[in-house]
């Protein structure tokens, strides 16, 4: 929803400068609704890329309560630190965005969830896949009925994951590490986003292969949706084949990258300290993820099964097939999903309206991940009770 020009920009603080917020500053610099007015940031190596942007930068968020008026934060630190300085965040009275997975599990979600409900004040989880322009066309296109019921949605993601610089926590599932966390996050937000937002079982197989890189590195889950639909969300990070073979060698952020210009063949890990791997990390942040792009992003391919036809992403858009014959629906690219991000957080910290991506959908699928954990170490099905 748009807003009068007159209403005063949303003051936000960025929390952690690394990747993902680094992915974020275009859209902020480009959105007349939002003024970024201060970054935390604790490395300060990381601190002196975060001056260049002319705001102030401090070494914790309580540092923060000197910006007057401060509407909410965006918190993009390691997912471990995320709970604490959510409900921190929210006892001072500001809103908050926080990256996904929203925390290391659920019981630190749910207790984000009642903080926010606590302090009258908004939990948003982003930027997740489900903000992509053609997973939205998808949502939009089975909830008008135009293609009947849903009834299967598979979703195949295979990428270098496990062999990126990497810090010791990202690789730990007990710290919400490993693909499964990391990566099932945006899988199964989009698989709820398309059949709906009730999963009644998990089952799956979560894979630990190379014994020089110990984390949960690829996944089989196969979820059980309360209103009929079934679901699969395959991930694999160990830098073997690229979902991009099957997306027309379109990339997760929407560039076109060939076989030849992906920098990822199979490799032998190189041996490196921890502090290599953390230097490679910042060095890779600077560009890792664009501001904006000329297709749509796929994050691995996404097909639907309805019963009158199915669906898939395309790099324009999606491709909607029935028995009637094939259309492609092309989508807008002017908007980046970190954009769309903005666009739910500027309509929920203004009151203006409700956001789906809030502190609940977070935790209901960081609670399906950590199903899916449970079921491969016990190898049963696990039920979600209420
Ligand atoms: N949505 C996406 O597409 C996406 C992409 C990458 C990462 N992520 C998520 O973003 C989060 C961060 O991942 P990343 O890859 O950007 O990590 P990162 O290591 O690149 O960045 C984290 C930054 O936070 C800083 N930091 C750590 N503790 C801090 C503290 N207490 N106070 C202030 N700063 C602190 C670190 O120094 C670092 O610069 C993770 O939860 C991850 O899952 C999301």
Redesign the pocket.
């Known amino acids: 929803m748009a807003h009068p020009e007159s209403q005063h920009p949303l003051q936000i603080a960025i929390?952690?400068?690394?990747?993902?917020?680094?992915?974020f500053v275009p859209a902020l610099q480009n959105n007349a609704q939002f003024s970024l007015v201060a970054i935390?940031?604790?490395?300060a190596q990381?601190q002196s890329n975060a001056k260049a942007l002319g705001v102030p930068v401090?070494?914790?968020?309580e540092d923060l309560k000197q910006i007057a008026h401060l509407d909410g934060v965006y918190?993009?630190?390691?997912?471990p630190?995320?709970a604490e300085?959510c409900i921190q965040a929210l006892a001072n009275g500001w809103h908050v965005l926080?990256?996904?997975?929203?925390s290391s599990n659920a019981a630190e979600a749910l207790r984000m969830v009642s903080a926010a409900q606590q302090f009258g004040k908004s939990i948003t989880v982003?930027?997740?896949?489900s903000f992509d322009a053609p997973i939205q066309a998808m949502r939009h296109i089975i909830q008008s009925g135009e293609l009947g019921a849903v009834q299967m949605v598979n979703t195949w993601c295979f990428t270098d994951w496990v062999y990126r610089p990497r810090?010791a926590e990202?690789l730990d599932p007990a710290l919400?590490g490993g693909v499964t966390?990391?990566q099932g996050?945006?899988q199964i937000d989009i698989l709820r986003a398309l059949c709906g937002p009730k999963v009644q079982t998990v089952k799956a197989k979560v894979f630990n292969t190379d014994p020089k890189r110990n984390t949960p590195g690829a996944h089989a889950i196969y979820l059980d949706f309360e209103n009929g639909a079934a679901a699969t969300a395959i991930y694999n990070g160990y830098a073997g084949l690229s979902s991009m073979d099957w997306t027309q060698n379109v990339s997760?952020w929407g560039f076109l990258q060939t076989a030849e210009q992906r920098p990822w063949k199979r490799r032998p890990l190189q041996q490196s300290t921890p502090e290599q791997e953390?230097a490679s990390?910042?060095e890779?942040?600077k560009t890792?993820?664009p501001g904006s792009a000329p297709l749509q992003p796929h994050f691995g391919l996404t097909v639907v099964s309805c019963t009158l036809g199915d669906m898939r992403q395309t790099p324009a858009g999606i491709l909607i097939a029935t028995a009637d014959g094939e259309r492609e629906l092309k989508l807008p690219n002017h908007q980046s999903?970190?954009e769309l991000v903005l666009e739910e957080i500027e309509n929920v910290w203004r009151g203006s309206g409700p956001g789906w991506h809030d502190g609940q959908w977070g935790y209901e699928n960081l609670r399906i991940c950590e199903a899916a954990i449970a079921s491969a170490q016990s190898g049963r099905e696990q039920v979600m009770t209420a």
């Open positions: 929390v952690g400068f690394g990747a993902a917020a680094q992915a935390v940031e604790n490395n990381v401090f070494s914790q968020l918190i993009a630190t390691h997912t630190c995320h300085q926080v990256e996904k997975p929203m982003g930027h997740s896949h810090r990202e919400g966390f990391r996050a945006h997760e953390l990390k910042q890779r942040a890792a993820i999903p970190r």
